[in-house]
């Protein structure tokens, strides 16, 4: 009876061993799938890795933080320099056991890269019951030289991406925790634009769960806690409704032709019809998804998404590094698709992507590599590498840039020396300063090497209001403001006249300071804080953001304080 009994099973047995073995096998290789794309980005990024300039403009803030002197670029000026709110101060935890806070900017942008290319690999299995199985929207990123590029530079991009996969997962596994609504509504501490997939996602989390009106409220209330609090920190601290590269960059306008222009240049060098006409063609006979709205929802909702993202960025008129501002919305629009099942269509569509992935990364380029194209947009990495002589370019010396070696030897000659100095047009002036005070475009480069008790100021108004508030004028893209010596002088130099510098413009300037919109700005970034100055800087704040004054002095003069 036994023997028979175990005849009996033998086959059930041995079938059982076969199943799971193969479905080790395929859980193994899921798990290899989910990786390979963080691991290739992780290596085209380490091979890439650099630092940017405006990775610098957070190193700086991060120091001043870390010196106790508040989260401001310049002490005595509040003024927010930082884009991403969430990464300056991922910075600030990372500077506190001591870290060098550059490198822990590159690398850590690197890792919360390939955790993102993680993330939305998962995402894609659980979007298609753990049947994906080709890389397929992972090709196309995987493949652009501007992905490689920034997945390191010290900018909040990794964050962004990691921020944006992690999200989608959340969505795809149909989380309906108040945890999951606060992650969710992080996007405008990523990135102000980020709002708008905050507001998608959000959306498509009612979609799918169609809570109580209680639970719905309380989960909207759980996303936007912490960016409104933060906001009525921003607008209270800093008297301004955005970061200050918002107000400088007038990120409320609409020039549509030059974001179009900025379109061409990420889209064309790199062919991406192609890969698009791919997907295209692939979708159309697609029966991959169920077409129940707890399935379709997290599909649409990243490309809904990514298209706005994109319409944003073309409506603000793009910005001076090749294809930054596009990385966000193309990974937002290629989630559904980063891995694929396996089927006829989707293969199709996977080699021919794959031949261009090959083509692309190998031979195609944009033709001003590493410099600033005729359009003003620039291979920022190239042009870092360049200036550095250096293939990884980390703290920047600029050795192949005559010019600013010269600016830095004379801030911090002034600086050891204990001379305040006002240095305008790359040269002391001789005039006298509360402290040392360097006057320079590269802003990032100037905050490294002026102290942090001296003022690092650009005329382009990143990190100081005065600059932000004045008019636009038309030049570079994202380097739209200005501000003539005249003003500077008159705001922070004292004693004997610059040549070239306008006696009658710096008296103008020196009286329009002290008048109206312009006096109430200088209060709200210089006065001490307190709860009446915090209060009067919220209860001002649509004036205060909104308000241009000429470049003119004479002009702001007659405008601001009358006849």
């Known amino acids: ?15 059982g061993l076969i199943n799971s073995r193969r479905g080790t096998g395929h859980r193994l290789w899921r798990g290899v799938l989910c990786l390979l794309p963080a691991c290739v980005i992780a290596v085209a990024g380490f091979q890439r890795r650099w630092m940017s300039d405006d990775g610098h403009i957070y190193v700086r803030t991060v120091r001043q933080i870390l010196a106790g002197n ?116 992080l996007g405008p501490l990523v990135r102000p634009d980020l709002a708008l997939v905050s507001a998608v996602f959000l959306g498509a989390q009612w979609l799918m769960a169609r809570p109580s009106r209680r639970a719905a409220f309380g989960g909207l209330g759980a996303a936007l806690a912490l960016p409104v609090a933060y906001e009525i920190f921003r607008v209270g601290y800093y008297g301004q409704l ?26 064309g060098p790199y062919l991406l019809w192609v890969p698009a006409l791919f997907l295209l063609a692939a979708l159309l006979p697609a029966r991959t998804i169920r077409r129940d709205t707890a399935s379709l929802v997290p599909a649409l909702a990243p490309v809904v998404a990514g298209l706005l993202c994109w319409t944003y960025v073309i409506k603000v008129g793009g910005d001076f590094m090749h294809g930054r501002m596009f990385l966000p919305g193309l990974l937002l629009m290629l989630l559904p698709v980063f891995l694929v099942p396996f089927t006829r269509a989707w293969t199709i569509a996977t080699a021919g992507v794959g031949i261009w ?31 550095n002589a250096a293939a990884h370019p980390l703290h920047h010396d600029f050795a192949g840039y005559p010019g600013n070696v010269a600016y830095a030897r004379l801030v911090r000659e002034a600086a050891r020396e204990g001379t305040p100095s006002l240095f305008l047009a790359k040269t002391a002036t001789g005039a006298n300063s509360p402290v040392v005070t360097g006057v320079y475009s590269t802003l990032g480069f100037s905050g490294t090497v002026v102290p942090l008790d001296g003022a690092a100021l650009d005329p382009i108004g990143l990190a100081y ?24 002088f008159a705001d922070r130099g004292h004693g004997p006249l610059p040549e070239g510098v306008d006696p009658a413009g710096v008296a103008a300037a020196r009286r329009a300071l ?33 308000f241009r004054f000429p470049n003119d002095p004479l002009k702001a003069e007659r405008q601001l304080c009358g006849d």
């Open 1 to 15: 009876m036994t023997s028979t009994h175990l005849s009996l099973r033998e086959p059930d047995a041995v079938l």
């Open 514 to 546: 002290g008048c109206g919109p312009l006096a109430e700005l200088r209060a709200a970034t210089r006065d001490p804080m307190t709860p009446g100055r915090f209060l009067r800087n919220v209860t001002g704040v649509w004036e205060r953001t909104s």
């Open 70 to 185: 508040g989260p401001v670029f310049n002490a005595g000026e509040r003024a927010e320099s930082s884009t991403g709110t969430l990464w300056q101060w991922l910075l600030v935890l990372a500077g506190l056991p001591g870290l060098d806070i550059a490198r822990a900017a590159m690398y850590g942008g690197l890792l919360l890269t390939a955790a993102g290319f993680a993330l939305a690999s998962v995402g894609a299995m659980r979007l298609y019951a753990g049947r994906a199985a080709l890389p397929l929207g992972c090709l196309v990123l995987l493949a652009l030289p501007p992905v490689w590029d920034f997945a390191t530079s010290g900018l909040e991009t990794g964050l962004a991406t990691c921020w944006i996969a992690g999200a989608w997962l959340l969505l795809v596994t149909r989380a309906r925790s108040l945890s999951t609504c606060v992650v969710l509504g």
């Open 242 to 267: 955005m970061p200050l590269p918002g107000v400088t960059k007038e990120a409320s306008q609409s020039l549509w032709g030059r974001g179009f222009d900025y379109l061409s240049d990420f889209a």
């Open 357 to 387: 992935a090959v083509v692309c990364a190998s031979f195609l380029r944009i033709p001003y590599e590493g410099r600033i194209g005729p359009g003003g947009v620039a291979d920022e990495r190239g042009v870092y590498v360049r200036q």
């Open 465 to 488: 209001p005065l600059a932000a508030h004045s008019e636009r004028i038309d030049g570079r893209v994202g380097h739209d403001k200005r501000l003539p010596d005249t003003w500077i």
